[in-house]
């Protein structure tokens, strides 16, 4: 990663369990690395000018036609507009559905109480930029596997281990200025993060 690392003007580790958040200038590419493997990254992502435009699921998947985001998908905003492309993706495998944990959902879901999970990681990261709850969307789960079933039934834990490894990737290059925001998942209540999180890196690449 040599070549790529050189290009980077950012360079971060992110904890176990810690937010992440930055603008990403357009042609700048953001590449999210699962240094340990089976980590999952929860992202949303925003005009850094008018963050009331924002990732879109519904939008985004009309376009790609399937659940399974991977290289050459575009992530659309809420008025069509691309925010990011995938322009390379060593795990092929990010969950589209099932959005992100909070410490609620994780006593609802699991029966524990104060555990809070991704939805307060943006909530912390997104404050930065005044914004706040009415701003948190459907989000990609990167890395995250949730299979649905032909009868579209989903897993019975609905996440299921992923196949990411070790120094795994994904890499999206910027088409407009994106806020790009990242809960590097602390969820312990099911196997998205196979049970033990870990931490991340996150480089910026030069455009060009």
Known sequence: MGDQSARAV???????????ARVIEKGQSLRII??????GVDFLCYNAHAPEERYHAPNTLKAARTLRLTKGHVLYSDVARAIFTITEDTCG????????????????LYGVQDCPGCRENFLSALARFGLGRKDIVPNINFFCNVPVHDEVRLADTVFVESPSRAGGFVELRAEMDALAVISNCPQVNNPCNGGTPTEIRVLVLASG
């Open 34 to 39: 699962d240094v340990h493997g089976n980590q």
């Open 10 to 20: 950012v360079d971060e580790p992110v904890p176990a369990g810690a937010p992440w």
């Open 93 to 108: 495998t990010h969950d589209t559905i099932a959005g992100c944990c909070s410490a609620p959902s994780n006593e609802m």
